[in-house]
């Protein structure tokens, strides 16, 4: 003869569907502590594939809050009935801590999303975007080099408690210089192709100078912006004076990126503080590389969907 099911309340099985919005915190009120770890874990897993995995895998993340939520409004009791509420509490306590932790964990060595608050990146990545990036590039592992062409997250020499999010075009051993807006690199000139004018990139001071070129740097291929006016100030690195800035040697006509170094700039030419300025950046301060965009928002436009899943190259 069979044992009829243990009974769940409404109010406990609304709830366990509510705490469902962090994986396996409502299989913990219904008693199911392995089921809610593998939730979790499978989540967790997930959000440390996204370097690879990308906009689909973080799709599949989501999916899996949705099917968590469903399992804990279906899902029986243990056999011996639900835990008491003190036992309940103290075990979503000490649940959150081990999860939050080893969250925190995968977004500091693999994956950790970002937003972007300024035109710098324009149009690659536009003011409201949300992006996922790799880790693998920067502490505490740097399991791999940095590529030349990849766009990264670093802390900038001026100003180091801040992220900042630019483009790293030429790498150590590497001569650097720029002449009627042009990028050259090793003495040789950057492949570009003209794009035609910016409107409708929604930019501020976009003027009818704003030119548009597609460049290719180490299999990345993306969209620059250049303001092509007279005392346009990048169009020639070095100055006219043949200064390079600190910590660079001058090779040629070119400046020359150090060892340990990056030289980095940002793809509106002409609204961003990059190593133009303050000249090469160590490797060290190399947070991760930008990989997908997952969200993109701004008051004005409310959700730009066709943004959503964009690969950043």
């Given amino acids: 003869m069979s044992t009829p099911a243990p009974k769940v309340s409404r109010w406990r099985r609304f709830l ?5 919005i962090s994986p396996g915190s409502g299989h913990v009120l219904l008693g199911r502590w392995w089921r809610g770890g593998a939730w979790m874990g499978a ?3 997930m959000q440390a594939s996204l370097p690879l995995t990308g906009f689909p895998g973080f799709v ?3 999916g899996m809050f949705v099917g968590s939520a469903v399992d804990a409004a279906r899902l029986p009791p243990r056999e011996e009935g639900v835990p008491k509420v003190g036992w309940v509490l103290l075990g979503l306590v000490c649940w959150w801590f081990v999860i939050g932790n080893v969250g925190r964990a995968t977004r ?7 937003s972007m608050s300024s035109s710098v990146m324009s149009p690659t990545l536009q003011v409201g975007d949300q992006f996922y990036t790799d880790k693998t590039v920067g502490d505490p ?5 940095l590529e030349r062409g990849e766009v990264i997250v670093f ?3 001026p100003q180091p408690g801040q992220n900042f999010v630019m483009r790293a075009v030429a790498l150590a051993g590497e001569s650097v210089m720029i002449r009627g807006g042009q990028l050259h690199l090793g003495g040789k000139p950057v492949v570009r192709t003209p794009l035609g004018g910016c409107e409708g990139l929604g930019l501020e001071r976009t003027g009818s100078a704003c030119r548009r070129y597609e460049e290719t740097l180490g299999g990345h291929g993306y969209e620059v912006l250049l303001e092509e006016s007279p005392g346009a100030w990048s169009f020639d690195f070095p100055s006219a004076n043949g200064a390079c800035p600190r910590g660079m040697e001058t090779r040629g006509d070119g400046c020359v990126v150090p060892e340990g170094h990056v030289f980095v700039l940002g793809d509106n030419r002409e609204n961003s503080f990059d190593s133009r300025s303050w000249g090469p950046l160590p490797v060290g301060e190399v947070v991760s590389a930008v990989r ?3 969200f993109s928002w701004t008051p004005e436009s409310g959700v730009r969907w066709e943004r959503l899943g964009t690969r950043v190259r």
Avoid: G, N, Q, T
């Avoid at 366990?16 to 469902?20: D, H």
């Avoid at 500091?108 to 970002?114: G, K, R, T």
């Avoid at 592992?141 to 080099?145: F, S």
């Fill in 141 to 145: 592992l740097r399991w791999r080099a």
């Fill in 16 to 20: 366990a569907v509510v705490l469902s």
């Fill in 155 to 157: 802390k900038a020499p």
């Fill in 43 to 45: 989540v967790l897993l």
């Fill in 108 to 114: 500091w060595v693999l994956a950790e999303p970002f």
């Fill in 60 to 62: 599949l993340m989501l």
């Fill in 292 to 294: 997908f965009i997952h």
